[in-house]
């Protein structure tokens, strides 16, 4: 059986665990301690020397990242959510870079991180709000861009059929509601994070990710 090594309040680790539950992946889990920085323990660094979360074992083949993962067990299984038409491929590679690179890197490590784990603070408190204001600016051009330009009249962000890319960036977009993010101001960007919360594999994914928010 497929093993991951994931965390439930992990970003990445969570879109790889919502996709094995949509399409029905069996996975023996195995929970990294990060609030205990397990992930630093000598064992855990030899699977990943980069120290991160998600890991999945496949045999003996070990991969690491949570968008590379996806993609190789929505090919193993064959699912549909990863198309294998060329350009419908490459239009979901292409939004799940966007949502790993552009996106997740002033929301995530510049806004929200920031504001809730004390290991992300900067230098001192000016720096700390300078940086989060810099995160605030960026972050409301990406989502403007994500709402007007990515999803548009499209329910999902790769047209109208779900996809990894959906469930992927989904889990980074709704970071926003730990620091309370005012998601009406991009209407096309909640309408879609309404349809993703919607489904039952989100609210399995999310049980403690919510309680954490809480």
Not at 108 to 119: D, S, T
Request: with cysteine.
């Amino acid at each position: 059986m497929l093993k991951l090594h994931m965390h439930p309040v992990s970003t990445t680790s969570r879109p790889v665990v919502m996709f094995a539950t949509l399409a029905n992946i069996p996975l023996e889990t195995t929970v990294v301690d990060l609030m205990k920085g397990e992930h630093y323990g000598p064992e855990f660094t030899k699977l990943n020397a980069n120290r991160l979360v998600p890991v999945i074992e496949d045999g003996d083949f070990v991969l690491t990242e949570s968008s590379a993962i996806m993609k190789y067990l929505a090919d193993k299984v064959g699912s549909p959510l990863y198309p294998k038409d060329l350009k419908q491929r490459a239009r979901v590679n292409e939004r799940m870079d966007w949502f790993n690179t552009n996106f997740y890197r002033d929301w995530g490590y510049n806004l929200v991180y920031p504001q809730i784990f004390p290991h992300h603070a900067r230098a001192t408190e000016d720096h700390t709000k300078a940086t989060i204001e810099w995160g605030r600016s960026k972050s409301a051009a990406s989502l403007s861009l994500l709402n007007d330009t990515i999803l548009g009249s499209n329910k999902y962000v790769c047209g109208d059929s779900l996809t990894i890319a959906d469930i992927f960036g989904a889990q980074f977009v709704s970071l926003g509601d730990i620091v309370r993010v005012d998601f009406s101001k991009y209407p096309n960007v909640k309408r879609w994070l309404d349809t993703m919360k919607s489904m039952e594999a989100w609210k399995q994914t999310h049980a403690v990710q919510e309680g954490f928010a809480a």
